[in-house]
RNA sequence: GGUCGGUUCGUAUAACGGUUAGUACUCAAGAUUCUCAAUCUUGCAAUAGGGGUUCGAUUCCCCUACCGACUACCA
């Protein structure tokens, strides 16, 4: 019997999403959609102590904004999202809310000889873990040192029974077998085999707060949750022969999911993972939305600094997945349609903030006028320009759309068509506002005046430079004197271009103001 | 320290064991233009090192180096 596909991606609300974040739910919601599965978003919230309000919405909205919508899962105002599955009583999908599921599944293991009641505290432990490193040596809870801690499996039976019932801070411990190699298949890296004598004993359930680890929630989740494939960070590599060991200790090997390990996201320089600290080093987001923490710290967003979404997703897909042609650009439907785990890359992609504007300036350029003008307009309005025609604004996008890669840069870039200049760039006033180049000006100025025709660039641009032209006068400085009245700097579109766009009585003022200005 | 994973131009990556090791970003130069941008052309630049296997290794195996993850009653 084939499955339904059907995959997770279960972030735990302890902080914003990390753009290596997006990149997991992403490759999942592709695997899902191209097999026309199900894509479900479970939240891990089982660690009570770093929980952080707002964490859980904000991963919801990110990945809204990048149209990553799961099928199943919680919306951004917490309502349970179960557009697939009547059939599926999988809610709720906040591991919180599903605390009664999971200790008779821990208890069930200690039944079967998989796991026991461990007594030490975690105060004990800690002295315990210290005294050894501080004599240079490692502690694990395993099978070296198991006898000899407060466990079921050293203790006496009455004994141990005893403290289950009048002690609240026990745990339920998997028993790591002896000296077993698991062997585990990867869709990404391959065949792996581990030999259990490495591994230590982790902690499936606690009695303190009644709430399972990751380990337990996660296989009897995706388990319950009939998860066909987990994709995953590589950080969860390490505990893949754990969880191999928990479906086989459930007797879940035949639906046991298959695991894809991701690689993680490294920094731009240097050493190590992308962290949140880098992007205010390096000056780019890591995040997709900007998050404020507690303490009113901003960290900026894609979204905010200007990125488009689809721009966001490709450069993502990109980072660590090829489709083996020389294709870039992909909406996120293409990527549904390309992707595969096969072509994904099993070393660390190091994230480049070049390419990522690059992928902005693609996606500018592509978008529509209008969409633009839409965009540009509450920018002018930042500036305090408001009284201009949107057919004034989208001739002036259209112009200069390909010279930006945010929409935020087009005022840099045309602020002159808007409102005029009253500084000038002192270099390029000193290199073309000279006598012998502003005289002619001048009168080339006095020739677009007394210009007849309508102003249009059509019209304009062929009789000026023939004016120009036939007086034998340089073309260049003549233009860029120009340029300089009009721009108030020697770069900018071309003089027929400008003049069109403020018109006559504009162009007569900027002049006289240059003739003022520079004398 | 131990376990596991990884290593192709600066970066992202391509190359069923047979290519002058390709492409994109960045950078540089040139062309074009009234300037700037855009565009076009060209250029710089890589298989970590050492052993094997093979007629032939970027590709398969081993060792070394380096990088990373994990080694919590966190995920």
């Known amino acids: 019997m084939t499955r339904k596909t059907r995959?997770?991606?279960?972030?735990?609300?302890?902080?914003?999403?990390?753009?290596?974040?997006?990149?997991?739910?992403?490759?999942?919601?592709?695997?899902?959609?191209?097999?026309?599965?199900?894509?479900?978003?479970?939240?891990?919230?089982?660690?009570?102590?770093?929980?952080?309000?707002?964490?859980?919405?904000?991963?919801?909205?990110?990945?809204?904004?990048?149209?990553?919508?799961?099928?199943e899962g919680v919306d951004a105002e917490g309502n349970v999202v179960e557009t697939a599955s009547e059939r599926h009583p999988h809610a709720p999908y906040r591991q919180s809310q599903r605390k009664p599921i999971y200790r008779k599944y821990a208890e069930e293991l200690v039944e079967k000889g998989f796991a026991y009641y461990a007594f030490d505290t975690a105060e004990e432990l800690g002295a315990k873990r210290a005294e050894m490193e501080s004599a240079g040596q490692t502690f694990i809870y395993g099978q070296t040192t198991r006898m000899g801690l407060r466990n079921s499996l050293s203790m006496p039976e009455a004994e141990w029974k005893e403290l289950l019932e009048t002690r609240t801070d026990w745990t339920i411990r998997f028993k790591m077998p002896e000296n077993r190699v698991v062997k585990m298949d990867d869709l990404i890296r391959g065949h792996v085999e581990v030999n259990t004598s490495t591994l230590d004993d982790k902690v499936l359930w606690k009695r303190a707060d009644e709430l399972p680890t990751y380990h337990l929630a996660n296989i009897v989740d995706d388990h319950l949750m009939e998860i066909t494939e987990v994709i995953r960070g590589e950080e969860w590599l390490p505990s893949l022969p754990l969880h191999y060991l928990l479906y086989e200790a459930f007797g879940w090997t035949e639906t046991q999911p298959r695991f894809a390990h991701l690689s993680l996201l490294l920094k731009p320089d240097g050493k190590g993972k992308l962290s949140k600290r880098d992007g205010d080093r390096l000056g780019f987001p890591v995040f997709p939305l900007r998050w404020v923490n507690a303490e009113g710290e901003v960290s900026r967003g894609y979204r905010?600094?200007?990125?488009?979404?689809?721009a966001f997703v490709n450069l993502l897909a990109m980072l660590g997945w090829n489709p083996g042609t020389e294709q870039e650009l992909f909406t996120l439907e293409e990527l549904v349609e390309t992707f595969s785990l096969e072509r994904v890359v099993k070393s660390g992609a190091r994230f480049n903030a070049d390419k990522a504007k690059w992928y902005n300036k693609e996606y500018l350029r592509k978008k529509s006028v209008e969409e633009l003008t839409d965009l540009y307009i509450p920018v002018l309005e930042e500036h305090g320009i408001t009284g201009v025609s949107r057919e004034y604004v989208s001739k002036v996008v259209a112009l200069i759309q390909e010279r930006a890669t945010f929409v935020a840069d087009f005022w840099d870039i045309a602020s002159y068509l808007f409102v005029a200049p009253v500084t000038f760039v002192e270099k390029d006033a000193a290199k073309f506002w000279k006598e012998e180049n502003y005289t002619l000006a001048l009168k080339v100025a006095d020739f677009i005046m007394n210009f007849e025709g309508e102003f249009t660039k059509e019209n304009l641009e062929g009789p000026l430079e023939e004016f120009i032209r036939s007086n034998e006068w340089p073309m260049g400085k003549v233009m860029n004197c120009l340029r300089l009245a009009l721009v108030g700097a020697s770069s900018g579109l071309g003089i027929a271009d400008i003049v069109t766009l403020i018109g006559k009585d504009e162009f007569a003022r900027r002049i006289e103001y240059i003739k003022a200005t520079l004398k």
């Open 7 to 71: 995959v997770r991606f279960a972030p735990s609300p302890t902080g914003p999403l990390h753009m290596g974040g997006v990149r997991t739910a992403l490759y999942n919601y592709l695997f899902a959609k191209q097999r026309g599965g199900d894509f479900i978003i479970r939240i891990e919230d089982t660690d009570s102590q770093r929980f952080v309000p707002g964490a859980e919405k904000y991963i919801i909205e990110a990945l809204n904004w990048c149209g990553i919508v799961p099928d």
């Open 304 to 310: 905010e600094d200007g990125y488009f979404p689809e």
